[in-house]
């Protein structure tokens, strides 16, 4: 990575493509990871590669959600560990938060791989190979989740999660979290706070609003819960594309 200056105009496109092709290379990303970061790539294009003002205000959202929790889980998927892993440490550490590995396309293989990922970027605990509960409404791979992490929060943050899976914790009663630079996917519509971000962004600001937030009284964490709206949110990230300058 080091050859791709700081300055390119497409440099976080650059930075990822590279990290997804070493995370499939490592057994980490599974080759449809490939198509999914293609089609975040050319929402981040007509996004400007740049955080808005409203997907900074979801962050600081998702960090007040994660800091009010009793039992705050990040879910992390295949893209998600190629990109972001230490930076997935270094928000669960920030917000005490558990690590679960949690993917689509579930292989043994491909789990320990990640948990193993996970460890070398200094977790200290990584769950998901338990995989002894599941969501109701999905199909046996899909469904399993750790009793004692996604199945036992009240707060998960779920990157890059699939549509069906995002809908069913939802009905779960999470508060949900979802990071997704598709505005019109399903993941975000239905999030109790969408972050329509690259994840590469998205991860560390999260943390950087932790921290920031660390010694909040509880009564300003819940006003700015309470402030934010989902939905003006969704519809700021789509106008900024509709109405966009990429020159
Ligand atoms: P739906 O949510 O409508 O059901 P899907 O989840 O089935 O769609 P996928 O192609 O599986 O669609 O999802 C990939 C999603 O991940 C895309 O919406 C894409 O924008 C998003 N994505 C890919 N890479 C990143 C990234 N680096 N940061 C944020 N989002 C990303
Ligand atoms: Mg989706």
Same mark, same amino acid.
Request: glycine content about 6%; charged content about 30%; hydrophobic content about 45%.
């Given at each position: 990575?080091?050859?791709?200056?700081?300055?390119?105009?497409?440099?976080?496109?650059?930075?990822t493509?590279?990290r997804?092709?070493?995370?499939?290379?490592?057994?980490i990303?599974?080759?449809?990871g490939?198509?999914?970061q293609?089609?975040?790539e050319?929402?981040?294009?007509?996004?400007g590669?740049?955080t808005?003002?409203?997907?900074?205000?979801?962050?600081?959202a998702?960090?007040a959600?994660l800091l009010?929790?009793?039992?705050?889980?990040v879910s992390?998927n295949?893209?998600?560990?190629?990109?972001?892993?230490?930076?997935?440490?270094?928000l669960?550490?920030?917000?005490?938060?558990d690590?679960?590995?949690n993917l689509?396309?579930r292989?043994?293989e491909?789990?320990?791989a990640?948990?193993?990922?996970?460890?070398?970027?200094?977790?200290?605990?990584?769950k998901g190979?338990?995989?002894?509960a599941?969501?109701?409404?999905?199909t046996?791979?899909?469904?399993?989740?750790?009793?004692d992490? %996604?199945?036992? $929060?009240?707060?998960v943050?779920?990157?890059?999660? @699939?549509?069906? +899976? =995002?809908?069913?914790?939802? &009905? !779960?009663?999470?508060?949900?979290?979802?990071?997704?630079?598709?505005p019109?996917?399903?993941?975000?519509?239905?999030?109790?706070?969408?972050?329509?971000?690259?994840i590469?962004?998205?991860?560390?600001?999260i943390?950087?609003?932790?921290?920031e937030?660390?010694?909040?009284?509880?009564?300003?964490l819940?006003? %700015?819960?309470? $402030?934010?709206?989902?939905?003006?949110?969704l519809? @700021?990230a789509? +106008? =900024?594309?509709r109405?966009? &300058? !990429?020159?």
């Amino acid at each position: 990575e080091a050859e791709i200056p700081e300055d390119h105009p497409r440099h976080d496109s650059l930075v990822t493509r590279h990290r997804i092709e070493a995370g499939v290379e490592k057994g980490i990303t599974s080759r449809q990871g490939l198509i999914a970061q293609g089609r975040g790539e050319a929402f981040d294009y007509l996004l400007g590669e740049r955080t808005l003002p409203s997907a900074d205000a979801a962050a600081r959202a998702a960090a007040a959600h994660l800091l009010l929790a009793d039992h705050p889980v990040v879910s992390v998927n295949g893209n998600a560990a190629a990109l972001v892993p230490g930076e997935l440490v270094a928000l669960a550490d920030a917000v005490g938060a558990d690590l679960e590995v949690n993917l689509f396309n579930r292989t043994e293989e491909r789990m320990r791989a990640i948990v193993d990922h996970l460890l070398d970027h200094g977790a200290s605990e990584v769950k998901g190979l338990a995989a002894d509960a599941r969501l109701p409404n999905l199909t046996h791979e899909r469904a399993k989740v750790d009793a004692d992490g %996604i199945a036992d $929060a009240d707060v998960v943050l779920v990157p890059l999660e @699939d549509g069906d +899976r =995002a809908a069913a914790l939802a &009905d !779960l009663g999470k508060a949900e979290i979802v990071i997704d630079l598709n505005p019109m996917s399903r993941s975000v519509q239905v999030a109790d706070v969408p972050i329509v971000d690259n994840i590469l962004r998205a991860i560390p600001n999260i943390t950087a609003h932790a921290h920031e937030l660390a010694h909040a009284e509880r009564a300003e964490l819940e006003r %700015i819960v309470g $402030a934010f709206d989902a939905a003006a949110t969704l519809d @700021d990230a789509e +106008r =900024a594309i509709r109405d966009g &300058d !990429l020159s």
